[in-house]
């Protein structure tokens, strides 16, 4: 029987070791075959469809497989390959597929368009073709030299406007009850838990960035396509996606008429391509894999770091910013002789204060090392975003960012309602003295409890506002003025003292470069991103279809709200959840 057994467990491990091994083979067949090889007559080709992120995030199982259909390219592959391209013989355009892209945030479509117009001034052509075009999609594509929509299809110009869910009616129906302490009269991201629609602070806040970023929209378009900005604002509350295509070429919003295939001919005529050859057309990441030697010169070698802070801060797990793992990797850059500076891009709403401290602190040992910190700042950086910029050197924001939120607030679920009431279970204690058992999620905060989380929050907000005072230079009564919770535009911020200048990730880079005396291409991006091997499998996979479409985008919210209230830290520094359109 013992002999039987070995037998099979080392049958098994031979199967697996055996499986493993072919996989790694096709897995490296596979990679050798379509090795891309730019050549000649090449053009750069963004497919603007699907959720396209800052840079690649690592998803948990079963986002990944919500997602791994989602070809987009990164934010971040996008403006690096526009920046090798443009001196690259090799590469004669860039042709922009518009599908109805979903980003972050405005930032993001700035920084791109901002490195799409730095292409054209190396004196190669942009095109750009849609079925239809969505806003986004539109406001980015409205910088090419020749712009083409579907003879059936239409442009989408409708304004700026948001969108705040609010829980309250789910948990009154659930007998949960929030129960909220806050530091902050715009600090509106309890809003949703407590309310069933927007307080007038919140409105007022939302309607003035509104308003910034539909400007900035409708002068950008304007500018691009040689159009009063009078008349793309008129436009706008038109519905004009529901117009005849013909009149899109009338108004000036499109060059042209083509269905898919005369598009193709048309980028044929513009590379020298034959008609009965397929075209060269490049993404960005094979562009980037095409010359990884030059572009990944390997961490022996002076550089500037660039530190990539994606997501909401949290205390702990493998998503988002996570304050116990980034102070360590932060501290490790410091001490790494050959990192001379660092860009820290964020890109967050916030989250833990506890976790935004500790990323603060590290963040402070760096700049102790004698090397200058700068700040970048992407679609966000409020509330605990903003908590690890504030002590950087040098803050950079786009006009679109949207920053501040300067405010702390606890929130702790009163679950009386569900598990007493609907459920009839209850609860005895039995304690030495008062609070010796801790708050409870069962039953309602005491007065004394409610009053020693307040003074909680208020400790937090007084070191939240101390800690911007000092970073920035300013009285902590003027920082305590604009705080409140409050969210500011990137220009406005810019006014307000809370940003240094107006400018990309590059021109942060490039401005840090220049004081460092250092090339600016001369940095590394931290952390690694590089995909797991299951992950590269499933992204690779063709068969898996039937699983992806059982998880949709309003699923995966409700369960990421789920999951965000088992997880929460009691104490938040972030600005409230809204969708742009």
Known sequence: MLGTMAGIWISLFLVIFGGIMLVGVAIGKSSADTAVKVEKKSILYFDLSGTIQERYQKQPFFELLQSFNNQAPTLEDMLRALDEAADDDKIEGLFIKCSGSSMGGMASREELIEAINIFKESGKWVTA????????????????????????????????????????????????????????????????????????????????????????????????????????????PQMIFTRQADTFVADGLVDGLKYARQADDYLRELTGIDKDKDLRLVSPADYLASKSKALNFGTEKDHIAIYYAVGEIVDEGSEGIVGATVPGEIIELADNEHVRGMVLRVNSPGGSAFASEQIWEALQYFKSKGKPLYVSMGDYAASGGYYISCGADTIFADRTTITGSIGVFGMIPDLSGLVTDKLGINFSTVETNANAVGLSTVEPMTPSQHAAMQRSVENIYELFTSRVAEGRGMPVDSVKAIAEGRVWIGSRALELGLVDYLGSLGAAVETMADELDMDAEDVVRYPGGEEKLWEKLLRESGNMDVFASEFDEETMRNLQFIKRLRSMNPMQARMEDIVLK
């Not at 009850?177 to 509106?188: D, E, L, N």
Request: aromatic share 10%.
């Open 129 to 236: 073709y849609a079925d239809n075009y969505a806003q986004g999609d539109y406001l980015v594509a409205s910088t090419a030299d020749s712009l083409f929509l579907n003879p059936v299809g239409a442009v989408d110009i409708h304004g700026v406007g948001g969108m705040a869910p609010f829980y309250k009616g789910l948990l009154d129906k659930l007998g949960v009850k929030m129960q909220i302490i806050k530091v902050g009269t715009f600090k509106s991201a309890v809003e949703p838990y407590i309310l069933t629609s927007m307080s007038e602070p919140a409105r007022l806040q939302m309607q003035q960035y509104c308003d910034t970023l539909w400007s900035y929209t409708a002068e950008t378009i304007a500018g691009n396509r040689g159009i009063p900005v009078d008349s793309i604002r008129a436009l706008a």
